[in-house]
């Protein structure tokens, strides 16, 4: 087999694995809804449908970070969000204040992929620099709208199953974005990029 046809199975490979664990995710979130009518779960559905159909219609890479902590890395803040689960923990605030906020994270989700379009991809890599948008503010507002998002549905949920899965994923996600700057940075356009825009994922913060 041939050095790109292993890539190309690689790719299908992914591509899959995230059809599959959108659909467990599916299932566990729906059946929730049906049973409390509580809409958080259904937000982070829909932002993690994103995913599903932005990883089917991504462009090929200019350049891809391979390592074995990348793709660790990778991995486990992809696995994190389908692994959540609702419980019978008593919420730490309504369903609507974690839907509200919920909603904002899905908000930002949406304007940072609608500006990526099919620059998005899994694996830390080059698929062109964007600097309009949500990215005019920060260098990851994808990943900042996960945050919180996961935030609010671990508000909803508050299992010790959700918790430990959130931090686990969410620490590997900022580490994945900073994994991401380090391929990019080989840009000399996303150097000029990043001149402009200093926070990585929280304006004022980080």
Not at 122 to 145: F, Q, S, W
Not at 153 to 161: L, N
Request: aromatic share 6%.
């Amino acid at each position: 087999m041939t050095t790109l046809q292993r890539e190309r199975l690689a790719d299908l490979a992914a591509r899959i694995i995230v059809g599959v664990l959108f659909v467990a995710l599916s299932m566990n979130l729906l059946a929730d809804f049906q049973r409390t009518r509580h809409i958080t779960g259904l937000l982070l559905l829909v932002s993690e449908g994103l995913v599903v159909v932005l990883t089917i219609v991504r462009r090929r890479a200019r350049a891809v970070d391979k390592t074995a902590m990348t793709v660790a890395v990778t991995s486990l803040s992809l696995v994190g969000p389908p692994m959540l689960r609702v419980g019978s923990a008593e919420p730490l605030v309504s369903d609507m204040v974690t839907a509200v906020v919920s909603t904002l994270g899905l908000c930002l989700v949406i304007a940072g992929k609608l500006a990526l379009g099919r620059s998005f991809g899994l694996v830390p890599a080059n698929r062109g620099v964007v600097a309009g948008g949500p990215y005019g503010l920060m260098r990851h507002p994808i990943y900042t709208g996960y945050l919180i998002s996961h935030v609010a549905f671990a508000a909803a949920h508050p299992t010790t199953w959700n918790l430990s899965v959130i931090v686990v994923s969410d620490v590997a996600l900022v580490a994945r974005a900073l994994l991401e700057e380090r391929v990019l940075i080989q840009d000399e356009r996303y150097r000029a990029y990043c001149a402009r825009v200093g926070w990585h994922l929280m304006p004022g913060v980080f």
